[in-house]
């Protein structure tokens, strides 16, 4: 009786200590508003090293700087693009700038890309972080961090995507590399999206 | 041990329902100043990881759709796919370039 007892006992402390471990760790992430992992990376706004390449909006309102293992690709007559593809053309890392060309806003931009890339060219897209008032070179911008699908081969991307607006200009930056290869591509893309110079 | 069962069961509900609100916790960190949503913008199907096991990521749930209510949806028309629109490469299974869609 007495060994049931105590059993019964270390076995109410047991869940007394896990129930307590789980609610402060579920109130430590909702009070801080973060969860491990989708941060939004801090960017400091900052040259590309001096081997990097550059590239003008066609407006000249804009320049994407890429690194040299990259390479300048085609794309819309408005905007310049550089990737890095494989052998096979597959694209490993891809950079992409853009003139403003729509409803674009700052406040709205995180939500306004997940509609486009779900309307436009994913089968599905799924924002991990987002941030405001990101600080660029020559401007400011409204930043979104994403997964999609593409509807044309199911490929998996994961893009830091930014609206930035500078003194006479917006444009759009884009920084993406397959969902596979995002953590060994994401610090070269993050340095590229604050290489980025609007004017 | 029929009492037993019943606090594992209990333990087990509670862990349940704990780790459903986990879930629902933000998603932003330092860096600027971070939005308010934190899920897709539509009722799409979640996207599916099949390249890494970060669970973090990879545990995607679908919520319905709650847009920020003023955000203008993108032109209602997209580019087709398949070499469509301009033929870049977003129109052909590429990586989506910064166009407004128009």
């Known amino acids: 009786m007495i060994t049931h007892t105590a059993r019964r006992g270390r076995l109410i402390l047991t869940a007394i200590t896990a129930t307590a471990a789980i609610v402060v760790t579920v109130a430590a992430f909702t009070v801080s508003g973060r969860s491990p992992g989708h941060a939004f990376p801090q960017l400091h706004p900052a040259a590309g090293p001096a081997n990097w390449r550059h590239l003008t909006l066609p407006n000249g309102t804009a320049v994407l700087s890429y690194p040299p293992s990259l390479r300048p690709i085609s794309g819309d007559k408005v905007a310049v693009s550089a990737a890095r593809l494989t052998p096979h053309g597959a694209f490993q890392l891809y950079l992409n700038a853009t003139p403003r060309q729509g409803s674009e806003q700052l406040a709205h931009w995180p939500a306004f890309r997940l509609h486009l890339l779900q309307a436009d060219t994913a089968a599905a897209a799924r924002q991990i972080a987002s941030a405001q008032g990101v600080k660029f070179r020559g401007g400011t911008g409204s930043c979104v961090i994403d997964r999609y699908v593409t509807r044309i081969g199911g490929h998996h991307f994961q893009e830091i995507a930014c609206l930035v607006v500078g003194r006479t200009s917006a444009s759009v930056i884009v920084a993406a ?3 596979a290869a995002w953590t060994q591509a994401r610090p070269l893309l993050l340095q590229a999206v604050a290489a980025y110079l609007i004017r | 041990m029929f009492t037993h069962a019943r606090w594992a069961a209990g333990l087990a509900l509670i862990a349940a329902l704990a780790a459903g609100c986990g879930t ?5 960190g330092s860096g600027a100043k971070p939005t308010a949503t934190a899920h897709s913008a539509a009722p799409k199907p979640a996207v599916t990881h099949h390249h890494h096991a970060r669970s973090a990521h990879a545990t995607v749930t ?23 629109g301009d033929q870049d490469a977003d129109n052909n299974g590429g990586p989506s370039d910064g166009d407004g869609n128009i």
């Open chain 1, 177 to 179: 590399a397959p969902t």
């Open chain 2, 24 to 28: 629902g916790a933000g998603l932003y």
């Open chain 2, 62 to 84: 679908t919520r319905p759709a709650s847009p920020a209510p003023s955000v203008t949806a993108p032109a209602a028309n997209p580019i087709p796919q398949g070499n469509g």
